[in-house]
């Protein structure tokens, strides 16, 4: 996710393509995000803005939001 979003690998969309890999990572290995889609752009843009894209602060974002799949019909 940082990588992707700093790197700029994609002449647009950058941003978007790096929250829609790692949310389709996260169910390969268990887990799903429980967040808004608001939530997640404003983290997202607002951090880059701030140049504080960085991986602590992204595994922190996705440690509070990161649910067991198990958990996903409880919500």
């Known amino acids: ?25 996260l169910p390969a290995n268990g887990s799903f995000l429980a967040v808004e889609a608001l939530s997640a752009h404003r983290f997202i843009t607002e951090a880059i803005s701030k140049r504080e894209f960085r991986f602590r602060q992204i595994r922190e974002w996705l440690a509070e939001r990161a649910r067991p799949l198990s958990d996903q019909g409880s919500l």
């Not at 700093?6 to 941003?15: R, T, V």
Request: no cysteine; charged share 20%.
């Open 1 to 25: 996710m940082e990588s992707l979003a700093n790197n700029h690998a994609f002449l647009e969309g950058y941003k978007r393509i790096s929250f829609v890999l790692t949310d389709a990572f």
